[in-house]
């Protein structure tokens, strides 16, 4: 079974949804491309999913009332 996804892993998985690039994440967030992608594939294996688009599938399944379509505020 997935584990729980992580605030931030949520987060940047839902800007991946919307096809945004690292580099527009990662400035989004206040973090670095690396960090990001490192992110993304914390999140995949997390979620058992081979691929980001599988991960964001699955996440969608776990939490539909959550799918990826706005990123928290970060307020």
């Not at 914390?42 to 081979?50: F, I, Q, W």
């Not at 691929?51 to 009332?65: F, G």
């Amino acid at each position: 079974m997935p584990r729980p996804l992580t605030p931030r892993e949520t987060d940047i998985l839902r800007y991946k949804a919307q096809g945004r690039t690292d580099h527009d994440i990662g400035a989004a967030l206040r973090i670095t491309e690396s960090a990001v992608r490192s992110t993304v594939r914390r999140a995949v294996r997390a979620l058992g999913a081979r691929t980001l688009d599988q991960a964001i599938q699955i996440a969608n399944q776990l939490r539909p009332n959550t799918a990826p379509d706005q990123p928290h505020s970060s307020s």
